[in-house]
């Protein structure tokens, strides 16, 4: 039995239902994220699970205990806010000992605990200062001790690096995830950056429209992705359309080029093929009518890698190469060149039905 | 554009509203420090003859200093008066997402539509010996004589309240700046309770708006005249009252100017204090 047990969570808005039957497992100590569009409805399952909003109906599980008729105060889950909600006329050490003193804890071991999880967070110097006196990073820092003090049950992450310039987003994933690990306190995650979810969170789950749409490890999400918005929203993807011909045979629209796929029901699929999986080859002489070929019409390096897009006869496909691969240099706007993948690298989809 | 031409700029935007103070309060004001100087005739002539005498006999009094010390007393009462009945008044407006948010708003500050001395007749009603509450209260059994609330310290205090709850629910909602829904929110994950959430948090951030409802409920009941006049019955003496006395009863006009200073400069150094006290907490 997972220590986090979700069922059936719905939320409304007045009128508007934000969360349709949500079921989740978390497992104890483990790293959850929770990762959606903006709007999917993912701070407020947060909001919901920490009892800062009432559900209309579903349970909420910790430990074997439903928490939906708990108070908010009576929950003990540390919550850190996005826009990190320091009470500003207190001190950083008062700050992270707010929650110890409304537990009744004497000051000499509230002070104990506080030094300790400063020290944790690598603020210890800072105890003294007001939060309008801290960098935004620090007041990061501060609420993350401050819900780490109460050694709550569950810690509830919403947003909390979106404010946060790229750099120092990239230190606190890093710092955050270990003092997950250090503490071992289960932990869920909101976020809208799949870079954030992925570096930092041993599963993801991702939320589309108030349901959860896949849930699994990072890799398993990004390499077998169970429905095109989960392809979609992970990564970038292309996307061809084709035919099924009901036995594992794949050919793609506007080509006569076949290749072997997964046994699907006859008729149009929707293959998707993440843009590092296609190999660019210079034209050669040799090159039959079977493979798909094209003009490059962009070339943008970016780093670590360069990203070339290719018009073919299925329409602008993308490929990323390595910058340290000899090839880019090769490889100019308007060169022709031929697209090859191994057939195993493509996800392949029944065509949506609620698409009209 | 340049830092010369920007301030010309400012200065001709700010203009006007010197040109109306100068005229509406510097110079009403430099001739009322004229008058403090000049000699009071009997029967109210002014000769103007430069003495110290109005001071001294000011200073002499020292009745003056009861009367200052009720002014204060009934300003700090009527303030606090106000800000209980006002507070939650205001953090509801703050917080309500109704609809009716700014007609409720209009409401709240209705009293000041109407003329003070109508609203103090209103009290006469109310507070009577035969008035509602003492009617009413008479009617539950409650009491067997009509409670003096009326024409007494009482009736002051609680007419000046009144009055004063318009100014106070608009200075604490101009002060709620500080108050932030996940603020608050984030002191219920740690484990407080809604009244340990108001104790430790919310009061302590909407300080600043108390602190400015308490000024401008102070300056305006040091200087109101018509509630201390009728619903203190004439037995409730304030600087207020007794500048009015001077002026038109007595026609000691050198003495009521004195008296008008002195009222002035305690405001000027209440309101030195406030800006003392928000410097040192911001």
Redesign the interface.
Known sequence: MAFVEIRSLHVSYGKTQVVHGLSLDIERGEFLALLGPSGCGKTTVLRAI???LQPSSGDIRVADTNVVGL?????????V?Q?Y?????MSVARNIA??LS??GLGSAESGKRVQDVLELVRMSTLSRRKPKQLSGGQQQRVALA??LV?EPQLLLLDECLSNLDAKLREELRVEIRDIQKRTGVTTLFVTHDQTEAMTMCDRIAILDHGRIAQIGNPRDIYERPNSPFVARFIGRINEISGQSNGAGGISLDKTNIRLPGPVLRSGPVLIMLRPHRITINAVSPAAASDRLTGTIIRKTFIGNMAEIAVQTAVGVLVVEISAASADLDHHQQGDTVTLTWSAADMIVFEPEEAVP | MTALSQRHTMAMILAPAVLFLAGAFMLPLLNLGRLSVFENLPGGAIRETLTLANYRAFLSDSFNLELTRNSCLIAVQASLLALLVGYPIALFLYRTTSPWRGLLLVAAISPLFVSGVVRVFGWLVILGDTGFINGGFKWLGLIDRPLALIFNWTGVVIGLAEGLVPFVVLALISGFGRLDQNIEDAAATLGADPLRRFLTITLPLSMPGILLAFLIGFVVSMSAYVSPRILGGGRIFVLATEIYGQTFELNNWPLAAVLSLYMLLLLVLLTLAYKKLTERSA
């Open positions: 920490s009892g800062l108070p908010v105060h009576k929950r003990n889950m540390g919550y806010f826009n909600a320091l009470f500003p006329h707010y929650g409304m537990r401050r819900a109460i």
